[in-house]
């Protein structure tokens, strides 16, 4: 079956709740589902219960659709992603992302869990992106492309400035440091030597992680606005006397949750409100 028909009965199975619309997408990363649990009038849907929907095998990511609402704008959130090195394919890893836009998302806020490579940048920061390196060798636009989809999506703006300077009121508004920068995503998934950290230092990285990437690609290709934002679990290899581990990640990522509802949940409503105009 192709994609887009798979995405057609996903999509059939999610309207098929009786949530409103959703105007706000939102996709967490390790340790920062949550959020999705504090949606009013929330309807829970088990990836399971969604046709073709992957589930994640890896800890920290529920796998479940959740839709309610932030203040009063609809919202769909993805809580929990599979990941390329999970072994799934390129359809399977930004399929959450392309049944956001296909139920109604204009807009999708990112998030993730990643190493600092910034000297600023320390472990329960957050960061905005407002760039990105694709390190994955992946690009999930390769092969037919879709009618009414452009062959050759721009990404001179694949973070959407004013859905960045949304979130960085939304910070402001909540006193939460934002600190910015460029993310790079890395295959995975073994976390990176110091040697591969340096080289992403020279190329300009302040952030690495192992996802997000693929996901603002498709989201773009089909007119999505995408912000994304980081949240710094731990700095990055070489910069510090600690292994990594996942169980740090997972750990920071809860550490930060007040905060990070706080800046999510207002850069919500702001975007509500862009997408609304």
């Given amino acids: 079956m192709e994609l887009e028909q798979q995405l057609d009965e996903a999509e059939r199975a999610v309207a098929r709740a009786g949530a409103p619309t959703p105007r706000v997408g939102v996709i967490l990363g390790s340790g920062l589902g949550a959020f999705g649990d504090q949606l009013s009038e929330l309807i829970k849907l088990p990836y399971s219960a969604i046709p073709h929907m992957p589930t994640s095998s890896v800890v920290g990511h529920a796998g479940n659709l959740c839709l309610g609402s932030v203040a009063s704008v609809p919202v769909a959130c993805l809580q929990g992603r599979v990941h390329l090195y999970e072994g799934h394919g390129l359809d399977r890893v930004t399929f959450g992302a392309r049944l956001l836009q296909r139920i109604g998302c204009r807009a999708v806020l990112i998030t993730n869990a990643a190493g600092g490579i910034q ?5 329960g920061d957050l960061m905005l992106i407002t760039d990105h390196l694709n390190l994955t060798a992946r690009n999930p636009l390769i092969g037919p492309n879709p009618e009414g989809f452009p062959r050759f999506p721009d990404m001179t703006t694949a973070y959407d400035a004013q859905l960045c300077e949304a979130g960085r009121r939304a910070a402001r508004e909540v006193d939460a440091p934002l600190r910015e920068g460029v993310y790079a995503a890395l295959l995975g998934p073994s976390y990176e030597t110091p040697a591969e950290i340096r080289m992403l230092r020279t190329l300009g990285a302040d952030a690495v992680g192992m996802s997000t990437v693929v996901e603002v690609l498709v989201l773009r290709h089909r007119g999505v606005r995408v912000g994304a934002m980081s949240c710094i679990t731990n700095l990055a290899a070489g910069l510090s006397d600690s292994l990594l581990d996942h169980a740090e990640v ?13 800046v999510l949940s207002r850069w919500v409503e702001l975007t509500g409100e862009l997408v609304s105009a």
């Fill in 250 to 262: 997972e750990e920071i990522a809860r550490q930060t949750h007040t905060r990070f509802v706080s």
């Fill in 119 to 123: 000297a600023q940048l320390s472990p």
